[in-house]
C-alpha cells in the first residue's frame, strides 16, 4: 500500500502572521477555516509540492517553533537563495557540510557555499518562519535509484517541468558533442533521460 505524506503540521503562536509570511513565499493558500471557540485551520503548499503545510489555533500541542529540519527540494539552491530573500525570507547563505552525506544538526560542521563539485543532495540553505519553525531546502537534481519509479514519473509544476526540460537539453548537447552525430530522436532521449534522472536509473548514452 502506497502511504503519501500529505500534511506537516507547523505550531505558531500568531495564524494571521504566519499566513501572510508563508503566502508572501509564494506559497499556494489553500483553506483558511475556523470553526468553534477559537479553532481555525490554515493549509499551504510550496510551490510544486505533494504535501502541503497546516497551521493554526487548538491544531497541535507542540510549543510555537518547535517544527525543525523541515525539508525543501530545489533544483537550484542559489536560484532558490535569491528568490527567498526577494520574498522577505531571512535565509542562510548556501552551504555544504563538512562530512559530505548529509547537514548536522544546528549549525555544526557548516561549510560555506555549494557542494564543489555541486552533487545532488549536497547543497543546502536555511531559514526559519516568524515564530522559529526551522527550514530546509536541499538541492536535488538527480535522484538515488529506486526512491522514485519510473512507471509514475511526473511533474508537480510547469517550473519544475521547464527545469527537467533544461536540464535534459543539456546533457543532450553533451552527449551529441560526445558521438558527432546530430540525433534527429531527441525527443526519445530527452524522455529517457528525463524519467531515468527522477527514478535514479541509468541515463541514455
Given at each position: 500500500?502506497?502511504?503519501k505524506?500529505?500534511v506537516?503540521?507547523?505550531?505558531?503562536?500568531?495564524v494571521?502572521?504566519a499566513?501572510?509570511f508563508?503566502t508572501?513565499?509564494?506559497w499556494?493558500?489553500?483553506?483558511?477555516?475556523?470553526g468553534?471557540?477559537?479553532?481555525?485551520?490554515v493549509?499551504?503548499?510550496?510551490?510544486g509540492?505533494p504535501?502541503?503545510v497546516?497551521?493554526g489555533?487548538s491544531?497541535t500541542?507542540?510549543?510555537?517553533g518547535?517544527?525543525?529540519?523541515?525539508?525543501l527540494?530545489?533544483?537550484?539552491?542559489?536560484?532558490?537563495?535569491?528568490e527567498?530573500k526577494?520574498?522577505?525570507?531571512?535565509?542562510?547563505?548556501?552551504?555544504?557540510?563538512?562530512?559530505?552525506?548529509?547537514?548536522?544538526?544546528?549549525?555544526?560542521?557548516r561549510?560555506?557555499?555549494p557542494?564543489a563539485?555541486r552533487?545532488s543532495?549536497g547543497?543546502?540553505?536555511s531559514f526559519?518562519?516568524?515564530?522559529?519553525?526551522g527550514?530546509?531546502?536541499?538541492?536535488?537534481t538527480?535522484?538515488?535509484?529506486?526512491?522514485l519509479d519510473?512507471?509514475?514519473?511526473?511533474?508537480?509544476?510547469?517550473?519544475?517541468?521547464?527545469?527537467?526540460l533544461?536540464?535534459?537539453?543539456?546533457?543532450?548537447?553533451?552527449?551529441?558533442?560526445?558521438?558527432g552525430?546530430?540525433?534527429?530522436?531527441?525527443?526519445?532521449?530527452?524522455?529517457?533521460?528525463?524519467?531515468?534522472?527522477?527514478a535514479g536509473s541509468?541515463?541514455?548514452?
Open positions: 500500500m502506497d502511504m505524506l500529505e506537516v503540521v507547523v505550531p505558531v503562536s500568531d494571521d502572521r499566513k501572510d508563508y508572501a513565499l509564494g499556494r493558500l489553500d483553506a483558511d477555516v475556523a468553534d471557540d477559537g479553532f481555525r485551520v493549509q499551504v503548499t510550496p510551490p509540492s504535501a502541503s497546516i497551521f489555533a491544531v500541542d507542540q510549543a510555537p518547535s517544527a525543525q529540519g523541515l525539508h527540494i530545489v533544483d537550484d539552491i542559489e536560484a532558490a537563495h535569491d527567498l526577494q520574498r522577505g525570507a531571512d535565509t542562510s547563505e548556501v552551504f555544504h557540510d563538512a562530512g559530505g552525506v548529509f547537514h548536522h544538526g544546528g549549525t555544526d560542521a561549510v560555506p557555499g557542494d563539485r552533487s543532495y547543497s543546502f540553505l526559519s518562519d516568524p515564530d522559529g519553525n527550514w530546509i531546502l536541499q538541492e536535488i538527480t535522484r538515488l535509484p529506486g526512491r519510473p512507471a509514475t514519473t511526473g511533474y508537480a509544476s510547469v517550473e519544475d517541468l521547464t527545469g527537467a533544461r536540464r535534459a537539453a543539456a546533457a543532450h548537447g553533451e552527449h551529441e558533442a560526445r558521438t552525430v546530430e540525433d534527429p530522436n531527441w525527443p526519445d532521449w530527452y524522455a529517457r533521460y528525463m524519467v531515468s534522472e527522477q541509468e541515463p541514455p548514452s
